[in-house]
């Protein structure tokens, strides 16, 4: 079950709901009696704990063109840091 955030709008009370996704929202402020409104979170994020994740769950780079993709980016992106070292010394001159 989520646990949904709502925004009074008279009183402006924030509070947070854990409920089911099948109830209804919430239509007054526990404070004041107030109209309230639900607001749009991003929810929480995935978290991964414990052995095996890395292996399992991420791509495996044994496709040759998935490593040539890989090895153009990093080659790419150490061309345009030395550029911008180079740079760098170049003014301070």
């Known amino acids: 079950m989520p646990t949904y955030e709502y925004v009074c ?3 402006g009370h924030e509070f947070e709901k854990f409920q089911s996704m099948k ?5 007054e402020c526990p404070k004041c ?5 639900r607001l749009i979170g991003a929810g929480a ?5 414990g052995s095996g994740f890395y292996h399992t769950d991420y791509k495996n780079l ?7 993709t890989v090895e153009k980016v990093t080659a790419a ?3 345009s840091e030395s550029k911008s070292d180079s740079k ?3 003014d301070n001159k």
């Open 9 to 11: 709008l008279k009183c």
């Open 45 to 49: 994020g995935t978290i991964f704990k």
């Open 23 to 27: 109830e209804d929202k919430l239509k």
């Open 62 to 68: 044994s496709n040759t063109a998935d490593k040539k």
């Open 33 to 37: 009696k107030g109209k309230v409104k």
């Open 77 to 79: 992106k150490k061309s």
């Open 88 to 90: 760098s010394t170049t």
